[in-house]
């Protein structure tokens, strides 16, 4: 083995190969294993916007006996992932349901007219209601408690993703526009949480567990939730086009979606244990860390019809709103054909 491979070891789960029963995955990963860019193709680069997942999946050993390494790469925001999911640099692109709405009305060329560039392949939520993924909150001090009484307030946001579309959304309940708030554009959702956190904004608008303990202390509360606006806010993989078009490369993302259902498995079998990773390897409080614990049990949602037709709906509204400059077919950004690997008993 070489000083590279054994660099790429130490930061990866790769472990000899074990046998599948299904013959074409089988089949699939031996051509892998045996191809000339060996090296390069067995690895699979998974991108997450923070290092939960990489840390909480590390403890699972869900991966361990994986026939490729997996390579966590912690990347902050939508932005990111996608810029580094189009260079190759990732092979998986962790997003909301939504990011790819923005992004292909954003493209100069129509999806529907080929093949994708990239496609959702899984996504997952949170399995308490009590626990809402994505929010819009206000400072109590405010005393906002109607989205129109946001009006006038200094309002964090990171654009892209589902964060966006949460703040695109609450601004049209409320029946407001961008010029009748002072809109805080924040590069990724971590920066805006920190800034509502801080009292230094009004308004957030993002995933409600970065927000969650000072809702818990009363010093702010939720105005609307992504469910009061029919947003489905899951987490999401995304991959390339031409990665689910190749036989060997598909089978690896069935593989790993397979082990990814097993590790929401273990986390929901394991919360002590995931409590002690958030506190002594994320490093977050006692209070933000149980918080956590219950807002991060998950389990894979059905790509399916009533998904992408919801999906649409927000799609043209956010065209009708004048917040996308063209009306577009959603579909194309949804790849149906590993619901069979993510399915859930």
């Known amino acids: 083995m070489t000083s590279a491979n054994r ?44 290092s939960t997942l990489p840390e909480l999946a590390r403890a699972s050993g869900v991966f361990d006996d994986a026939p490729y390494g997996v390579e966590w790469v912690v990347l902050p925001g939508p932005a990111a992932q996608l810029s580094a999911v189009y260079s190759k640099a990732i092979d998986l692109a962790h997003l ?20 994708p560039p990239l496609q959702i392949i899984a996504g997952w939520r949170n399995t308490d209601a009590r626990y809402p993924r994505i929010v819009t909150a206000a400072r109590t001090r405010t005393n906002a408690e109607r989205p129109e009484d946001l009006k006038g307030r200094k309002w964090a946001f990171n654009f892209g993703g589902l964060n966006y579309v949460q703040y695109l959304l609450a601004l049209k309940k409320a029946g407001l526009t961008a010029s009748e708030i002072e809109p805080v554009q924040f590069g990724d959702g971590n920066a805006a949480a920190t800034a509502f956190n801080a009292d230094h904004v009004d308004v957030y608008s993002g995933v409600g567990a970065l927000v969650g303990e ?35 490369r598909r089978a690896v993302l069935d593989d790993f979606l397979g082990r990814l259902g097993r590790y929401f498995a273990w986390y929901s079998a394991n919360l002590d244990t995931v409590e002690r990773i958030y506190v002594d390897r994320v490093k977050q409080s006692a209070a933000r860390a149980r918080y956590y614990v219950e807002f991060g049990k998950a389990r894979f949602r059905p790509i399916d019809a009533d998904l992408i037709r919801r999906e649409q709906k927000i799609a043209d509204t956010l065209f009708e709103a004048g917040a996308i400059a063209r009306k577009i077919d959603v579909g194309v950004e949804f790849n149906t ?9």
């Open 7 to 50: 660099a790429s070891a130490k930061t990866a789960f790769a472990t000899p190969f074990q046998r599948w029963g299904a013959l074409f995955l089988a089949g699939a990963l031996a051509a892998l294993s045996c191809a000339t860019t060996q090296a390069a193709d067995a690895r699979l680069k998974v991108g997450y916007q923070d």
């Open 96 to 115: 909301g349901d939504t990011s790819l709405i923005i992004e292909q009305a954003k493209a100069p060329d129509a999806w529907a007219q080929k093949v």
């Open 214 to 248: 000072a809702v818990e202390k009363g010093q702010a509360r939720i105005v609307l939730t992504s469910d009061d606006l029919d947003v489905p806010t899951l987490g999401v993989f995304a991959a390339r086009g031409e990665a689910i078009a190749d036989p060997a």
């Open 337 to 345: 054909t590993f619901n069979a690997t993510t399915a859930v008993d």
